[in-house]
T-cell receptor, first 115, second 111 residues
Framework: DTGVSQNPRHKITKRGQNVTFRCDPISEHNRLYWYRQTLGQGPEFLTYFQNEAQLEKSRLLSDRFSAERPKGSFSTLEIQRTEQGDSAMYLC?????????????FGPGTRLTVL | ELKVEQNPLFLSMQEGKNYTIYCNYSTTSDRLYWYRQDPGKSLESLFVLLSNGAVKQEGRLMASLDTKARLSTLHITAAVHDLSATYFCAVDGGATNKLIFGTGTLLAVQP
């Protein structure tokens, strides 16, 4: 499978714990995006990487959230001291820079439940 | 701030009927996207529209874009049950090309 992959697919954690999600983009894609989707809503942008550089962060991304993309390949999203309001589907997408369409391809998502 | 609105939010239709989903956005954007999402699944890209008057068709779905009116439509022709899903439009949000999504339209096609 050469699509975007995300791990884990599901994560259940207790409030106050730290969690980390991983995204592996399509191999030749230099652009990587993280989005969050809550039930009944459209995805909301969290952060953007071009290669290894994090170039934009949403106001939604509080200090408890941090994202990395070492070497411009896979990316990780860490949430510290989780809160119940963090429960959501976390989606990763990748695209090829320089394409006129900049079509973003989404991974299957990581569903986070904070108890 | 760029905002995207879709209507209707929920659409129940019978097989064989036609209907249109509307997507309005608040400021100029270079690209408009339509995605499909099945329950518990991720998003599948359907169409990318770039220019005013652009029209794309795939099977029973046809998308169009009017950049002057800041309006895109997704037209469903002779609906079948397999089209039941949530449909999102999204607009290119600027320099980083992040996507700004609408709230989605939940389409339920009844036999």
């Amino acid at each position: 499978d050469t699509g975007v992959s995300q791990n884990p697919r599901h994560k259940i954690t207790k409030r106050g714990q730290n969690v980390t999600f991983r995204c592996d983009p399509i191999s030749e894609h230099n652009r990587l995006y993280w989005y969050r989707q809550t039930l009944g809503q459209g995805p909301e942008f969290l952060t953007y990487f071009q290669n290894e550089a994090q170039l934009e962060k949403s106001r939604l991304l509080s200090d408890r959230f941090s994202a990395e993309r070492p070497k411009g390949s896979f990316s990780t999203l860490e949430i510290q001291r989780t809160e119940q309001g963090d429960s959501a589907m976390y989606l990763c997408a990748s695209s090829l820079g320089g394409s006129v369409y900049n079509e973003q391809f989404f991974g299957p998502g990581t569903r986070l439940t904070v108890l | 701030e760029l905002k995207v609105e879709q209507n209707p939010l929920f659409l129940s239709m019978q097989e064989g009927k036609n209907y249109t989903i509307y997507c309005n956005y608040s400021t100029t954007s270079d690209r408009l996207y339509w995605y499909r999402q099945d329950p518990g699944k991720s998003l599948e890209s359907l169409f990318v529209l770039l220019s005013n008057g652009a029209v794309k068709q795939e099977g029973r779905l046809m998308a169009s874009l009017d950049t002057k009116a800041r309006l895109s439509t997704l037209h469903i022709t002779a609906a079948v049950h397999d089209l039941s899903a949530t449909y999102f439009c999204a607009v290119d949000g600027g320099a980083t090309n992040k996507l700004i999504f609408g709230t989605g339209t939940l389409l339920a096609v009844q036999p």
